[in-house]
Each structure stands twice: as C-alpha cells, then as structure tokens.
C-alpha cells in the first residue's frame, strides 16, 4: 500500500524534446511525444478521483478519466473513443490547449504535486490511433455514405470553430460546405500557429479525415465577398455557420509604427506558414531579413513570432511585454520553450516610438519604462509608467503581437447581422444562432481571440442545435 | 476547373500583358476598382493585381500586368489553356461611382487598365469623362481604342511626343482643371510617382482626387497588416479600406518606402528564375 502511494506522487513524465540549441534552427516540432512507455506511467498516475474536477475544466467536457483509465488498461481504442465522443481535433488540442489554465490546472493531483500531465496523454492517444482510417476514427464505421443529400449547412471560414461544425455535421449524414478565404483550410491552425508547435501533417489528418465524410473544402472563397450569407441562404443551405475568426491586426498608434521592418505577428507569420517564407526562394514568398528582433506582446501569438523569427535566422530575439512575466498571457510550456532557446524577455516597458533610419528602415525603438499598479478588470495587476524613465533598443525588425480586432469584410456585407459594442458577432451562448435566424457564429469572431478548444466548444454547441432543426 | 486562361494577348512584348481567366463566381460579384489575389503555382507568392474587366455573362475576369519581378515573369510563361493555383476575389470596395458631373481619369502604365474599367463605371452613370492617358512613347500606350470606344475625350501624353502631348499628363491635367467650369472628380491610376504628382496638380483647385494605392499584400482581406498605409494621419488598409482613398491625404513617402521591403529578395527570386529553363517541356 504505502508502496503504490509512493508510486502515485511521483512527478510528471517528462516530455521529450528536441534539443533547444538544435531545434532553434530547425522548424520541426519541437516536443517529440510520449512513447508507449511513458505514456502508461504517466497514467498510472492518474488517481481516478471519484468526482473528477479534470473534466469539469475541460471546456469540450472530455471524459479525462475514463479515457485515462482505458490508457492504464492499455486500451487505445477505448481512450481515443472516449476522446473522440467530445472532441473532434485531439491531436490538434493535445498539442496547444493551455491545459494548465484547464484540466491540469483542475487536477486533484495538482493541489500538492504535479497535475497528470492530461495534454500529453491525449496527444499521445491521437497521435498513435492515427494509423487507423480517418472515417473510422471518427464514426467507428467504414467509410460511409452521406445519407441526407438534401440537407446543407454552409460553414464561412475553416478555423477549429467550422471544423468542429463539419466534423459533427458530416457524422450525421448531413452534406457540409466550407468555405474558405485562404488558399488552405484549416485558419489559424495553419497560416498561425507554427510548424514546429503544431506541423502542417496533424492538420492535414483532421482535414483528410473530414473530407472522407463527404465535407467539401471550397478555398478562395470570401465569404462577403465571393459569395454572402444572403446567396447561401438563397441556394437553400439549412443552416449557415460564421466562424471567420478575429483576423483584423491591432496596432499600437505609436509615432514610427508603419517603418519599414515593423510587422504585425499576423503578416510575419502567415509569410512563414501559408506562404512558406522559411523555405524561400523555393517558395517565392520573401520574409524579411533581420538580426535583431523586438516582439512586443506575451501571448501566444508573440511567442510564436518570436521563436519563428530566431529560426528565419536572427541573431537576437527579445519578448517586449508592459507587465510582469507573471501576467504573461501565453501558455507557460510556450514561454519556458522560448527562454530554453535563447529568446530574451524584457518586462516591464512598453514601445513609445519606432526610429528609422533615412531610407524609411527601422532601426531602434524607444520603450517607457513600467512598473506594477493595482489590478485591473482582468484581475492583472496593471502597468504604470515610470516617468521620464526611457530606454532606447536597436533593433532591425519588430513584430506587434497585441491582439486583433474583427475582420470586417463579412459583416459589412451582412448588415442584418447584430454586432456587440466591440463590434464581434452577438450569438445566443446556448446555441450559438446570431440574430438571422439559422445563422450561427462561433469561435474568435464571438469571443474575440480566444483559444482553439474555445472555438470549438462553440462549434458543437452550434452543430447539435442546427442537427436539432435539420434532423 | 475554374481559373483557366482562356485568352493572352501581349499588348506590349515582354512587358504588358493581358489575360482573361475563367472565374465566373468571381466576375458574377466584380465590380470596377475590384481586385484579385491568385497564386500562379503551389510555390508562388499571393499577388494583387486588378480586374481590368468582367463579363459577366460569360464568366470571365480581365487581368493587365506589368512584368516587374519573379511572379510576373511567370505568369509570362504561362499560356492560353493553362491555369492559376488560385484566383479569389473580388477584393477590396468598389470604385465609389455617383453621377456627379465631368470626371478626369488619368491613367498612367499598367493603371490604364484599372482606370479603363473605372471610367466605364462612370460613363455608365451618366457622368461626362475626360480620360487622360500617358506612357513614355506612342508604342507604350494601352486601352486607346477601348477607352475611345465608350469615352468621347480621350486626350494622350507621350514623353518623347510621339503621340499627342508632349510631356507629361499632369500638364494636360493642369489644362484641363484651368479650362473647364465644374471638375466633380479626379480619378488617378498609375505608378506611385505619378499619383502623387496628379495630387499636387490638383491640390490648389481643391478637386476631390481619388488614388489607387499598390501597397505590398499578403492575404487581401485584412488579416496581415501588410498594406497599411497613412491616411489623414490615420493607418488605414488598402484591402478592406481602399485600395482606393482620397489622394490629398495619403502619405506617398511612406508608401514608396514599405513598396522597397522586400527588395534583396524580390532580386534573389527573379535571379534564380531567369537562370531556370522556362520552356516547361514545351
Ligand atoms: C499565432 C497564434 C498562436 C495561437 N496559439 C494558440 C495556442 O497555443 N492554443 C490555443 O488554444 N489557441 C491559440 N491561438 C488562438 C486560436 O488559434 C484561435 O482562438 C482559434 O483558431 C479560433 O478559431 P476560429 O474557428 O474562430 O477561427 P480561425 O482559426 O481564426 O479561422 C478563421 C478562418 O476564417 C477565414 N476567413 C476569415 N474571413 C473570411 C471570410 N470573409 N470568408 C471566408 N473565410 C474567412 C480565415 O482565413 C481563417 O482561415 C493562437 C492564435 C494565433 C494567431
Ligand atoms: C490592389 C492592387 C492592385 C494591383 N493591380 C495591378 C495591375 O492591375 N497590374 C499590375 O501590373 N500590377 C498591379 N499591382 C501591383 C502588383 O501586385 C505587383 O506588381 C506584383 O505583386 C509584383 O510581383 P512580382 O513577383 O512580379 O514582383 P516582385 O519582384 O515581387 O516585386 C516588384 C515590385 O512589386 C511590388 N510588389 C511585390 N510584391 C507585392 C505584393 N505582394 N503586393 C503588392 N505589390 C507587390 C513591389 O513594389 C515590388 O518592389 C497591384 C497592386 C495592388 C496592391
Ligand atoms: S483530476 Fe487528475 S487525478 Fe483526478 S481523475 Fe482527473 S486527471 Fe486523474
Ligand atoms: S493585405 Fe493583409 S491586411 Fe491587407
């Protein structure tokens, strides 16, 4: 007895990773995956509470111990079953929910030690399920043919939000369109989030395995634009699906903003990953050249950009952030990732102005000094300035990565659709249908950017009610 | 399949060309001052480049580039029958079009063509257009006889004389501001040089001047940032704001800038394709 208790406290099974020297230079993933191994141990771990506060944090409500007591037993199927009732991207959510802020951070385990690592073990579920056929992994059928041609839902934009929607949809016999702007489905899953945190390959298996529903991808459509809500309620969809994502970059109004070398996260990284900038000149999108970077921001997003900009080859890369590293909004693994590889962070200051030099390039940028005030409506404790406290940073290149603002193409073209006061889509929380009747928005164009398994908690929600109507 | 080159004519021998390419959801939405983004191959960069003109009916979309780098050096080899990766649009807002009296439209270039579709628009409004054109000589100018087709006053500037003015056209542009009553507008297409001349020509006689910005794009429907520019001291983007805006307010040093950022690569790019075998098996 006391021999298994000792068993159970022991901490975390490591992750395997690349080596940071190593990988600073390469785009492949960076965190290898459990093996067989490691995956039993870390489940095992698992005390198999009775009332289990894990899936209470998940916000798709995965039934975390159930598929961890089928890991133990080293039932895959069962585990990737059990996943795979709630969540439709598992290989994809496994590798970028903030699971310390979710199940993790709600583990029992969590209180005294350290919390299963539940991430890991659903990617490790995914990943190794995957050889399987796609349309078995997720009906347990064979493939199968769509039963109600009649019925069509439209989903506008492929983002995780439309992919959840398809995913549940297609599962019941219902024909899905989705149409994208891009010339690659998938939103932020691939012209975002980069290779090395989440390769293009478990993207393109979900992708595959939705098409092998009979989901249809239509790229190069701009919803708005190419074609409106209003012609797709026309040609007689049942129901359409808005999940066009937040897009829109913000911008800090600072003297100096639009030199040349300053970008938004958003163009530097969509440079990288759709246009494959990092394999330039044999893909002809150019990124840009630099040797000392400044990323301003501390989400995800910023992390990514910066850790992207040290692989395109910067000598230099430094996280500019107003607050403190404990304000950090991005996902804790993210920031210990990018301190391993050598990426610097400056707290506490924030950009005042950006100089160039007389060819219009940037070459320093000055920062207002900052210290911690009292919390705010967040709940973080907000940033004063120090006054007449100001330093100068040379830098070649800056990369804004301090959020974004609703794409308007869409909605400007959809006048009946009701917009809340920071102009996001207003959608009924329950159902997800906006103020046109079957028309249903989710995702970051709801919420504002948010995270992949929040988007695609909006999905479903809006898929089982539109199955609800249709069925 | 869609985004077939069903015609390419070359209006001047390696430098200009145009192509009409089978889009028909896309020509059925277009409207002048629209745009497209496409790709030629699975390599290629996302370019902007206008539709110059659209049948609706038949389902196609004009396009008029100038080779000026690697991408449009390929799409050089491309040939009729042949297709793009990907085409998406129409982009960017429509030409703002009212009838509203006599409206000059100076083309210059390559922007002759997306000024053709837009004084189209607005002959077809019921507006009196006065169509200014120039190229450096008689042998560069495009669109004469379809602008003349529908435009009544088509007036020429060549640099060398060779047809029409001899000079430039904000010359003729300054003529006409100074001779006719009532100029509701001033629409300006062309490189960016002169735009920003056109905009000081008409500055004095407070005429509404509306420009074309070619700012570098990435995606075209406002999720990068990378064709911001300064309007009225505002940062405005050219794929969902314009790429259209009031002349007199955009900051054109800035633009010149940021349309260099990506020099030493462009070079790099267009370098390794002149060394490649373009024949592509032919
Ligand atoms: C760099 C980066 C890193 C991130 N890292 C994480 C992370 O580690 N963990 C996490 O949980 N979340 C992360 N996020 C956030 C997460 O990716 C988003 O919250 C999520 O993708 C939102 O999903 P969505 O379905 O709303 O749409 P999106 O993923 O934003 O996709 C929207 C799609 O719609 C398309 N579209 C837009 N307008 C139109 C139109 N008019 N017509 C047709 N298509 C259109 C877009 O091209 C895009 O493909 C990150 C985001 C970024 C940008
Ligand atoms: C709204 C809009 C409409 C346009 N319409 C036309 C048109 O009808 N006909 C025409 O000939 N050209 C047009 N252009 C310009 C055209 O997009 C560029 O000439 C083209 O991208 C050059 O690509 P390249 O690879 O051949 O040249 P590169 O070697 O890549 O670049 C040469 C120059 O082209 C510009 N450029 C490069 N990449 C881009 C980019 N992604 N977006 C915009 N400009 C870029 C830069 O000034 C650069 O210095 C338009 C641009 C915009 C923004
Ligand atoms: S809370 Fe932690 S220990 Fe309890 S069931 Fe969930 S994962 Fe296992
Ligand atoms: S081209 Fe990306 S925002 Fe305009």
Not at chain 1, 191 to 209: T, W
Not at chain 2, 245 to 262: I, M, N, P, S, T
Request: glycine content about 10%; proline content about 5%; some cysteine.
């Amino acid at each position: 007895m006391a021999d298994r208790k000792q068993k159970k406290i022991r901490g975390r099974t490591p992750m395997p990773h690349q080596d940071p020297q190593v990988r600073a230079g390469n785009f492949e993933e960076v965190a290898l995956g459990y093996s067989r191994e490691q995956a039993l141990i870390e489940a095992e771990r698992c005390l198999q509470c009775k009332k289990p506060l894990c899936q209470e944090g998940c916000p798709v409500n995965i039934d975390i111990r159930w598929f961890i007591a089928c890991l133990v037993d080293d039932d895959l199927e069962g585990a990737f079953n059990a996943i795979r009732r709630t969540n439709s991207l598992p290989a994809v959510c496994g590798r970028v929910c903030p699971q310390e802020t979710q199940c993790e951070g709600r583990c029992i385990l969590g209180k005294k030690h350290e919390p299963v690592a539940i991430g890991r073990l659903e990617r490790y579920v995914a990943d190794t399920y995957a050889a399987r056929s796609a349309c078995e992994e997720v009906t347990d059928l064979a493939a199968c043919a769509l039963e109600r041609e009649d019925v069509r839902v439209a989903c506008i934009g492929s983002g995780p939000s439309s992919l959840t929607v398809a995913g549940y949809l297609a599962g019941r016999g219902i024909k899905v369109d989705v149409f994208e702007a891009l010339h690659e489905p998938g939103g932020v899953l691939i012209y975002g989030i980069p290779e090395f945190r989440l390769p293009k390959s478990v993207v393109a298996r979900e992708l595959d395995g939705l098409r092998q529903l009979g989901v249809t991808f239509h790229t190069n459509w701009v919803g708005g634009k190419t074609i409106t809500v209003q012609d797709l309620l026309e040609q007689g969809y049942g129901a359409i699906f808005i999940g066009v994502g937040a897009g829109l970059p913000r911008f800090l109004g600072v003297p100096g903003e639009n030199l040349v070398g300053v970008f938004s996260a958003n163009e530097y990284l969509t440079r990288v990953n759709l246009g494959r900038a990092y394999a330039f000149p044999n893909y002809d999108t150019p990124a840009y050249r630099a040797r000392r970077v400044a990323v301003i921001g501390a989400g995800n997003v910023a992390m990514d950009a910066a850790r992207t900009a040290l692989r395109m080859g910067a000598k230099e890369v430094s996280i500019v952030y107003r607050r403190s590293e404990d304000e950090m909004p991005a996902r804790r693994e993210e920031i210990e990732h990018a301190v391993e590889e050598g990426i610097r962070i400056r707290c506490l200051c924030g950009p005042l102005a950006f100089h160039g030099d007389n060819q219009g390039r940037l070459k320093a940028m000055t920062v207002q000094k900052m210290e911690l005030g009292q919390p705010d409506e967040s709940g973080r404790c907000s940033p004063v300035c120090l006054e007449g406290q100001t330093e100068q940073i040379s830098c070649d290149m800056a990369i804004i990565a301090v959020g974004t603002r609703p794409n308007p193409i869409l909605l400007e073209a959809t006048p009946d659709l009701k917009l809340n006061k920071w102009g996001y889509v207003e959608a009924d929380p329950e159902t997800g249908e906006t103020s046109m009747p079957n028309v249903f928005a989710g995702g970051d164009i709801v919420t504002g950017a948010a995270t992949v398994i929040s988007a695609m908690g909006a999905g479903r929600r809006a898929a089982r009610e539109i199955a609800e109507r249709l069925l | 399949m869609g985004y077939t080159i069903l015609k390419k004519e070359e209006l001047i021998p390696g430098q200009t060309t145009m192509m009409v390419i089978d889009a028909p959801q896309i020509a059925k939405k277009a409207k002048p001052g629209n745009f497209v983004m496409l790709r030629v191959s699975e390599h290629g960069e996302r370019i902007p480049l206008t539709i110059a003109d659209c049948d609706k009916e038949k389902g196609t979309i004009s396009i008029v580039y100038l080779v000026v780098g690697k991408t449009t050096a390929e799409m050089n080899t491309l040939r009729e029958g042949g297709r793009f990766a990907d085409v998406c649009g129409p982009l960017g807002r429509p030409t703002h079009i009212e009838k509203s009296g006599t409206v000059v439209c100076v083309g210059g270039g390559t922007g002759i063509a997306a000024m053709h579709h837009i004084a189209k628009g607005h002959v077809e409004a019921g507006n009196r257009v006065i169509a200014i054109i120039g190229a450096r000589s008689k042998n560069l100018l495009l669109f004469c006889s379809e602008l003349s087709s529908f435009c009544p006053e088509v007036r020429i500037a060549t640099d060398d004389g060779s047809e029409g003015h001899k000079g430039f056209v904000t010359e003729v542009l300054q003529d006409i501001l100074e001779t006719e009553d009532e100029v509701a507008e001033v629409v300006a297409i062309g490189p960016v040089p002169m735009m920003e001349a056109v905009c000081r020509v008409t500055l004095p006689f407070n005429v509404k001047t509306t420009v074309s910005l070619n700012s570098i794009m990435v995606d075209g429907i406002g999720m990068c940032g990378a064709c911001r520019c300064t309007v009225g001291g505002k940062t405005l983007f050219a794929c969902v704001d314009g790429p259209e805006f009031d002349g007199h307010k955009v900051d054109f040093a800035e633009l010149k800038a940021r349309l260099w950022q990506f020099k030493e690569q462009e070079e790099e790019s267009m370098e390794l394709f002149s060394k490649e075998c373009q024949c592509h098996g032919r």
